[in-house]
Every structure is written in C-alpha cells, then in structure tokens.
C-alpha cells in the first residue's frame, strides 16, 4: 500500500474538505492542517510527498510557512491564493512555491498540476539517490554531471554546449571563484587573451535561463574585481481523512 500523503492546509474547513475528498477520488491519500504553525508541525512526518496551502491563514501565513518549511523538506508545494495578479504568483513562486494556484480553482486543474507535481518528484528520486548518482544541487538547480544536464525546480534547461561546460565547472566547485581568464581556459581549452567580454556574454546568457530575475542573480554572482562564482545556496530540505 502507497503510504504517501498530501497534506492540504486551509483555515477554511469546508475548503480543505473539498481538496481532501477530490484527492482521495483520484487513489491518493491526504491529511489536513488549518494553519501555517500546525503546517509545519505535520510537514515533519516522511509520509508527506506534497503540501498544498492556502496563503492567508492565522498563526502563520502560507508563504511564511512555505519558506520555513522549505528549510528542511524538499517536496513539492502549491500554494492557493485567492490572488491572482503576476506579482502575488512571482512572490509564492520566488519563496519557495512549485506552483500556484488561484481560487476559486477548477477541480480538474488542481488535480492535474498535483499529479504532475508528483511525477516529477518521484522521477527525480529521493535524496540518497540523487547522491548515489552524483547530483549537484545548490537551491533550486541540479546538475548531473553523467549526463551534462542541468535542471532548474526539475524542469530540464536548455543550455548550449559551453554554456553547458561553464555550468559543470561551476556546480563542480560550488562558491569557488574563478577569473574569466580560468574560466576560458578550462572551458575553451585554449590560452585566454582579452576574454572578459566572451566569458561575460555567456554568464549573461546562462543567467537568463537560471535566475527567476537574471538583473538581480540568486546563483551566477560577479565577485567584483576577481571574477564569478556559482552561490552555494542551502536546499529546501513524504487514506487518512480531515476532520
């Protein structure tokens, strides 16, 4: 028997209920919290494989709790908000969301993004798998050195061939600084001689597929007057009804 839950989280009982109920006709089980504290509390069980949570809630708000939870667990997590302007979507997806979900929600949709979120989950395995392998993670990047593949919140990016070694270098000596001179060198394989702008055009273009907001990076950083470094960046580290 599947022991995997999802744990729904709304203040509002009939809403938790609902999702609950959809869930289960769907084979899958669930547990409910109606708050961002007693969220945290329940996250803490293995069993629990997703988290879907509603944003306004007593004690603790959803993002809150989205952000400490993801100091400890890497699950998926939809977010619910009654929100739907882009920058409420950009804010839940920036602090730590895989996805968001605005009410009132089409219960085909909800399904479906949650099914989705666990395929993805369990295709990229669990966490001692990915060491088995080799995985590079810092955030929400990962990097498989075997394959030469880079994923961003386990969605495949796309980068060209240098690109792809630049990214290996630095996922390889996470938080090591290198000059762009270095940087040509090990990647180009041939004597670096004026190759700032060569190196810098390609961190721009592998910024702009990697960072939620390529002007303001989280992980390709410059280190003024030395060179650029990939930042070391902590992960966010599993039929029961609802009451």
């Not at 509390?41 to 629990?48: F, G, L, S």
């Not at 619910?80 to 950009?90: F, H, P, T």
């Not at 479906?112 to 395995?125: C, D, E, F």
């Amino acid at each position: 028997m599947n022991e995997d839950k999802i744990l729904v989280v709304d203040d509002d009982h009939e809403i938790t209920r609902a999702i609950a109920l959809l869930l289960q006709k769907e084979g899958l089980q669930t547990e409910c919290a109606y708050d961002g504290m007693e969220a945290l509390e329940k996250v803490t069980n293995p069993q629990i494989c997703l988290l879907i949570i509603d944003v306004m809630m007593p004690k603790l708000d959803g993002l809150s709790a989205v952000m400490r939870i993801r100091e400890k667990r890497n699950l998926p997590i939809l977010v619910l908000s009654a929100k739907s302007e882009d920058s409420d979507k950009i804010l839940g997806l920036s602090m730590g969301a895989d996805d968001y979900i605005t009410k009132p929600f089409n219960p085909l949709e909800l399904t479906a993004r949650v099914k989705s979120q666990l395929r993805r989950y369990k295709t990229l395995g669990s966490r001692h798998d990915e060491q088995r392998r080799g995985i590079l993670r810092t955030g929400r990047l990962a990097f498989d050195p075997a394959a030469m593949q880079l994923t961003a919140d386990g969605e495949a990016v796309h980068l060209t061939a240098t690109e792809t070694k630049i990214v290996s270098l630095f996922m390889q000596n996470l938080g090591r600084v290198f000059s762009a001179e270095e940087i040509y060198r090990r990647v180009w394989e041939e004597d670096a001689y004026s190759v700032e702008n060569t190196v810098m055009v390609h961190i721009r273009r592998i910024r702009e597929k990697i960072e939620l907001n390529p002007k303001e990076p989280e992980y390709l950083k410059v280190v003024w007057g030395l060179g650029y470094k990939m930042e070391r960046i902590k992960e966010a580290k599993r039929t029961a009804g609802c009451p």
